[in-house]
């Protein structure tokens, strides 16, 4: 890192010690660079700083939380996760057209539909997608669009759209937060439209979260807890309001 780009940082960091947050256009004009240049500049910083929504904020600002990484939560709460896929096969039957999300959670899923028959998966995640390809009694419907690579997921302004045009018997849904009073969120915002589109449409609605998930917010907001039928979870959900709300599956 050179001496102006240790400037420009050291400026950045005065500014959000008075103001908190700071758009990048803002920074850029600060510092009298271009915007790709102050990215360079964080991308070589020692992460006191990051971008959040197109915003700088340090590290330790309380709204920032750290970037998803696809191996990392690979590997994270694994027994939990294929517990609770073992248990969402049950909702499963022969001849029904699932829509199983992005992310790791319900990657295991796929190995257990083998004991169903004449299934449909609908998906744009790619990981899952690789995994139902393997399996030559089930059809795949792969969700097309922009990759997205830190999920391995697509995203384009068309995908709700096409989820409408299928007759979806169950959505098995992942979330990376999961709050009472605050909803259901997850990481990515190209995530969102099919997800919700899936919620919209589909005949059974299931959510599907390990403890670590429980009462955690995240920036992209997508879903009210009442809006599914089923949450399959092996931690313990805060109480629920009496009328209406989902039916607790535990794992």
């Known amino acids: 890192m050179n001496d102006r780009s240790v400037m420009r940082l050291a400026r950045l960091q005065q500014a959000l010690a008075v103001s908190g947050t700071l758009h990048l256009r803002e920074a850029a004009r600060l510092c009298g660079v271009s915007e790709m240049t102050i990215r360079r500049d964080l991308a070589a910083s020692d992460g006191a700083m990051t971008l959040l929504g197109g915003r700088l904020v340090m590290a330790s600002h309380p ?4 970037a998803y990484d696809l ?5 994270s709460h694994a027994l939990a996760k294929r517990r609770l896929c073992a248990r969402a096969v049950g909702f499963i039957a022969d001849g029904d057209t699932l829509f199983i999300d992005c992310g790791t959670t319900l990657l295991p899923l796929v190995g257990q539909l083998a004991t169903r028959e004449r299934l449909t998966v609908v998906t744009y995640a790619l ?3 690789n995994a139902v390809s393997l399996l030559p009694e089930v059809r795949l419907v792969l969700l097309g669009g922009l990759f997205h690579a830190s999920s391995q997921s697509f995203g384009s302004d068309d995908m709700s759209a096409a989820i409408k045009r299928l007759g979806i018997n169950r959505a098995f849904i992942s979330a990376a937060g999961v709050h009472t009073e605050r909803g259901v969120s997850c990481f990515h915002f190209h ?3 099919p997800k919700q589109a899936a919620i919209a449409h589909a005949e059974q609605r299931l959510l599907m979260v390990d403890e670590s998930k429980l009462g955690q917010v995240r920036p992209a907001y997508f879903a009210k807890l009442d809006d599914f ?4 979870t092996d931690g313990d959900m805060a109480p629920l309001p009496e009328s209406g709300g989902p039916r607790i599956v535990a794992a």
């Open 63 to 66: 709204h920032y939380v750290p």
């Open 71 to 75: 191996d990392v939560q690979q590997d």
């Open 127 to 129: 990981n899952v997608a």
């Open 191 to 193: 995530e969102v439209a």
């Open 229 to 232: 039928d089923v949450v399959i």
